[in-house]
């Protein structure tokens, strides 16, 4: 997908902008449904994500929902139906297609550049999820965040039971999981779930300004290495992990960026490092 065909109509399931150099802004946009998850919301998110991913334009992203609500978890006419059927459909979950059509949730976690969620307010079920597969969370003051998966008689849905104990530890992930409680912003930034609290007027722009420091300042391909790293190092051994970052540093110091990210602080002027795309 082109930057051309980015959206531009308000009527469109998630907005795409630019507001600020190197930095794309995706709003999820069905504010009359706290952005509610259904394919067609799933279908526009993961191709907007995946034109960023291959957009040199693009370093970093911001995810966000319109309204009141960042995303309420699945619509619950597509729970409605799926439980009403003679079977019981994936037990009134919506199925992995439906949910993300041709990606994995996991997806967010592979694009070779930091998104950053700003949580601005509801943020449930896979709403949740959607944050969790972002890089960094910034949440509004109060937002409320469950899992809400057993409450529907549901289970830890599309790898939350992956991404939630590494976040807030085992103790803190089962709680959130069984107990499907309410959790606000504020206790979510103190198990480590969210990174900051912002008061809701300046939630967004934090985000954006955050975003545009690593993409004017930061080497895009160490972020994507970075990042690659921080999740594929999960399942090594300390060792293991180790003498893998003894090969990824060898082939950094001999990449442009590396010259340049020294010749910049030297020179006492902003880098021009490479795009990196998927």
Known sequence: MSPSSSPA?????????????????????RPDRMNAWN????????????????????????????GRGFCAGADMDALQSIGS?????????PSAEAASGSHLQSFTTTVPKPVIAAVNGACAGIGMVQALACDIRFAAAGAKFTTAFGRRGLIAEYGMSWLLPRLVGTANALDLLLSARVVLAEEAHAMGMVNAVLPADKLVDHAVAYAADLAANVSPTSMAVMKQQVYADYGMTLGDAEQKA?????????????????????????????????
Do not use: W
């Not at 109509?9 to 795409?16: E, F, I, K």
């Not at 799933?42 to 319109?66: K, M, N, W």
């Open 9 to 29: 109509s308000g009527s469109d399931v998630v907005l795409y902008s630019t507001p600020a150099p190197g930095v794309a802004l995706l709003t999820l946009n």
């Open 246 to 278: 003894l090969r990824l540093m060898k082939e950094s110091l001999r990449r442009p960026d590396f010259k340049e990210g020294v010749a910049s602080f030297l020179e006492k002027r902003p880098p021009n490092f490479s795009p990196v795309t998927r």
């Open 39 to 66: 394919a067609d919301l799933s279908a526009r998110y993961f191709e907007l994500l995946e034109h960023c991913a291959q957009s040199d334009d693009v370093r970093a992203i911001v995810v966000t929902g319109a």
């Open 85 to 93: 059927s003679s079977d019981g459909g994936s037990g009134g979950a």
